[in-house]
């Protein structure tokens, strides 16, 4: 292979970084091959997984490699931080978002200079209940955030959703209508009626009527509503993970300690790169294989440029 022939970084990386190095060993310098090698593991990334630490210092490291937050956040912007907070339950149940991964976040929004940041959940329980038994609510405030409620429907408007199947309209949260960015941020758990519920079925909280995704295909719904707004920047927690009884029912032998993270701009690839943390296989999730069919996000994790990060 000659020196003068362009080298496309992001089919090398696909290809692997030790197989691309061994394809051009023999004809590059070797400090030419040190360059390239550290242009391709600098990114960018399509994907950053980290693991073995706390939910905020995986958080910290994660968000480093995608650039800092203020790849995402223009100052003065108003933000949406959007956790699951559908449940009354403690933190250590796994319910719900981790609270602390939730406060770093708030936490780095506005280090970027973000103007306002809002956190709300429209919860399947009490919310009051859920912002308070879940500790979302006391860890965002203590970072800065407004705490907002979702439970009234005079807090939604109405939108239509462009290319739709079933989910043509829906009923949608004011502060997603106005917010400049919005960062999805899920806790990896088992579902009974989707599968799994991850990134892509955490925007039902979004929404006001979840009831017309039970009676109309919650699976085509979850999937329609992400060609409406996909978020920002999608950070999925899978710190405590509810292997069986998902949603909300799990018993402590359910929880499995897993001690990961998934940060990605791609709804479809972090919720496949989930599933398989899971231990599914992306494609047997209906919402998300419809997600990459709706040209949604890439369900392909072997087509991206994965960082790993073991803490």
Not at 85 to 91: N, Q
Not at 218 to 231: H, N, S, T
């Amino acid at each position: 292979m000659s020196d003068r022939k362009r080298i496309n970084r992001r089919e090398f990386f696909k290809k692997g970084v030790g197989l691309g190095a061994a394809m051009v060993g023999t004809s590059l310098l070797p400090h030419r091959q040190q360059a390239l090698a550290d242009e391709v593991a600098r990114g960018p990334f399509d994907l950053v997984a980290v693991r073995n630490g706390e939910a905020a210092d995986m958080f910290e490291k994660g968000i480093q490699a995608l650039g800092g937050m203020q790849s995402f956040i223009r100052k003065g912007q108003t933000v949406v931080v959007k956790p699951n907070i559908g449940w009354a339950r403690e933190p250590e149940t796994g319910a719900d978002t981790n609270p602390a991964l939730v406060k770093r976040i708030v936490e780095h929004c506005y280090q970027a200079g973000a103007k306002k940041v809002f956190v709300f959940d429209n919860t399947c329980h009490n919310w009051k209940k859920c912002y308070t038994l879940s500790q979302i609510e006391a860890s965002a405030r203590d970072a800065g955030a407004t705490v907002a409620p979702g439970n009234d429907e005079r807090y939604y408007e109405e939108v239509r959703i462009a290319g739709a199947k079933t989910l043509k309209k829906t009923k949608v949260h004011e502060l997603i209508l106005d917010s400049d960015v919005l960062i999805n941020v899920p806790v990896l758990k088992h579902h009974s009626g989707s599968g799994l519920t991850i990134a892509m079925k955490n925007l039902m909280g979004v929404v006001w009527d979840r009831g017309y995704y039970h009676l109309h295909g919650l699976q085509e719904c979850i999937a329609d509503f992400c060609l409406y707004r996909k978020p920002d920047l999608n950070i999925v927690d899978a710190y405590r993970v509810t292997m069986d009884n998902g949603p909300q029912r799990a018993r402590p032998e359910d929880i499995s300690l897993k001690k990961s993270l998934l940060i990605s701009k791609d709804i479809v690839a972090a919720d496949a790169a989930a599933a398989k943390i899971f231990g599914a296989e992306p494609e047997s999730i209906d919402h998300i294989r419809l997600g990459y069919e709706k040209n949604i996000g890439n369900i392909k994790l072997s087509e991206l440029n994965i960082k790993r990060i073991a803490l």
